[in-house]
C-alpha cells in the first residue's frame, strides 16, 4: 500500500527563484559581479557614483511626479521646479559640469512633455508588476504603463547617449518580462514595448508575439536555473571585458583591475 509520502500529498513545495530582471541581466553580464551584488554579504564597497545613474535618476522621478500633478498643472512650465525638486547630485566632475548638464534634461523633458497628452492617464507610474512561472518568481517596477484601446503597452524611459532601435526594443527582456507580467496583473493583452530616448525624441517600438515572449521567459527561466547553480558550486567565473571600466566592483575584482577605470562623470560628458 502507497504511503501518503509516496503518493505526494505533502510533498515539499518547490521553492520560486525570486528575481528582477536587472537580477537576471547582472549574473548574464557578469557572474562575478552578480556575486558581489546579490550573494557576499557583507557586500564589496563599490566605488564613487556615477554621473550618468544620477541623471537617469533625476529624469525618471521628476517624470513620476509630473503625472502626478492634476492634468491641468501639467505643463512644461511645472517641470524646472519638479527637475530642481529631484536633482541627484553625485557624480558630477564639478558644480559647472552639473548644471550644464541640468539644463540639458531640462530641454529633455520639456520637448518630450510638449508631446504628451496632460489628461491622458496611464495605468501605471513607476508601478511594479509581478507574476509567477513553475520555478520564478518575479517582480520589476516599469516607468509607465499605457492603455492603448484594449491593449497595454510598456514604457521604458532613456536618458543615455545610445540612441535605442526596433533590435534593442525586441531584444530587451527586461521589457517582455515586464509585458508578461503587466498582462497577466492586469488582465489585458500586452505585446507592445517601447524605448523612449529622451535625448533625441525618438521612440524604438516592438510587437511581441506569443511566441517571442514565450522565449524571453523561457530564457529567464534558464538563467535563472544557471544562478542557482552557481550559488550551490560557488562558483561566479568573471566575464571580463570593456565593461569592466565601468563596473561598481572593479577596485575588489582583481581582472576588473586589468581595465582603466573610467571617470564617474564621463558618459555624461558633452565633448566625450
Known amino acids: 500500500m502507497l504511503s501518503v509520502e509516496q503518493l505526494g500529498l505533502f510533498a515539499t513545495p518547490r521553492r520560486l527563484f525570486t528575481c528582477t ?16 551584488t546579490y550573494v557576499d554579504r557583507p557586500a564589496p564597497p563599490k566605488g564613487p557614483p556615477w554621473a550618468h545613474n544620477s541623471l537617469g535618476a533625476s529624469v525618471h522621478t521628476a517624470l513620476k511626479n509630473w503625472y502626478a500633478l492634476e492634468p491641468e498643472r501639467r505643463t512644461t512650465a511645472a517641470l524646472p521646479k519638479l527637475l530642481k525638486a529631484t536633482w541627484v547630485r553625485e557624480g558630477y566632475r564639478d558644480e559647472e559640469q552639473e548644471r550644464e548638464v541640468y539644463r540639458r534634461a531640462l530641454a529633455w523633458l520639456e520637448s518630450y512633455v510638449d508631446g504628451l497628452d496632460p489628461h491622458e492617464e496611464p495605468l501605471g507610474v513607476e508601478r511594479t508588476v509581478a507574476t509567477r512561472t513553475e520555478t520564478l518568481a518575479l517582480s520589476g517596477r516599469v516607468d509607465r504603463i499605457d492603455q492603448r484601446g484594449d491593449e497595454l503597452v510598456i514604457v521604458d524611459y532613456k536618458t543615455g547617449r545610445w540612441r535605442p532601435s526596433e533590435d534593442d526594443a525586441r531584444g530587451s527582456r527586461a521589457l517582455a518580462l515586464y509585458a508578461i507580467a503587466a498582462a497577466r496583473q492586469f488582465r489585458k493583452a500586452c505585446r507592445r514595448v517601447e524605448l523612449h530616448h529622451l535625448p533625441t525624441g525618438s ?18 527561466e534558464e538563467t535563472a536555473a544557471d544562478i542557482v547553480a552557481a550559488e550551490e558550486s560557488t562558483e561566479f567565473p568573471t566575464a571580463a571585458g570593456a565593461q569592466c571600466s565601468w563596473c561598481d566592483y572593479r577596485g575588489v575584482c582583481p581582472a576588473g583591475k586589468e581595465f582603466s577605470a573610467r571617470a564617474p562623470w564621463e558618459a555624461v560628458s558633452s565633448s566625450g
Open 21 to 36: 530582471p536587472s537580477k537576471l541581466g547582472s549574473y548574464e553580464d557578469c557572474p562575478r559581479r552578480y556575486r558581489f
Open 203 to 220: 521612440v524604438a517600438a516592438f510587437e511581441h508575439t506569443d511566441e517571442s515572449l514565450a522565449r524571453h521567459l523561457r530564457r529567464a
